[in-house]
């Protein structure tokens, strides 16, 4: 199956190692106006939605987004995630959950995910990256400064 990225391959590859199931691009959250937004995973057995970003492209899951992902959510009765996987194992960067909403914290984030997905050990702790900050989502980076600040 081809992929987008190569984050992509590498986190399908993770799940078929975990025994997960997945659809690949299967949903689309619809707004209003008739555009959409395709997150990457679907995962049926667990009931969680993935978007797959590395850290240096986080700025994308932009407030369009992340209010089409509030909106739809609820039909799937899912948790939604946004990962990287820079290795062989996925960094968890955020998460929304119908009932608590959004979860920016990195280690909250990461534990749902692991309850979720009933790890059997914990993540690993992010990859040291000195310029790179997962808590910065939005706005898009324009200045030489702030794009400085999110390139690993």
């Given at each position: 199956m081809?992929?987008?990225s190569e984050e992509e391959r590498r986190f399908a590859s993770w799940l078929r190692k975990e025994k997960l199931e997945?659809?690949?691009e299967k949903i689309q959250f619809m707004a209003a106006n008739k555009s959409s937004y395709?997150?990457?995973?679907?995962?049926e057995k667990v009931g969680v939605i993935i978007e797959v970003k590395p850290i240096a492209l986080l700025y994308e899951l932009n407030d369009w987004r992340r209010g089409l992902v509030e909106q739809n959510l609820k039909?799937?009765?899912s948790v939604f995630f946004v990962c990287g996987i820079p290795r062989n194992t996925?960094?968890?960067y955020k998460a929304f959950d119908v009932l608590s909403g959004w979860i920016d914290d990195l280690d909250e984030a990461k534990h749902l995910f692991e309850k979720v997905f009933k790890c059997k050990k914990p993540l690993p702790p992010m990859i040291e990256r000195p310029n790179a900050n997962p808590?910065?989502?939005?706005?898009r980076p324009t200045?030489?400064?702030?794009k400085k600040n999110?390139?690993?």
């Open positions: 081809p992929f987008r997945y659809h690949y395709t997150p990457d995973f679907y995962i039909k799937y009765n996925p960094e968890v808590q910065r989502t939005f706005p200045t030489p400064e702030e999110i390139i690993f």
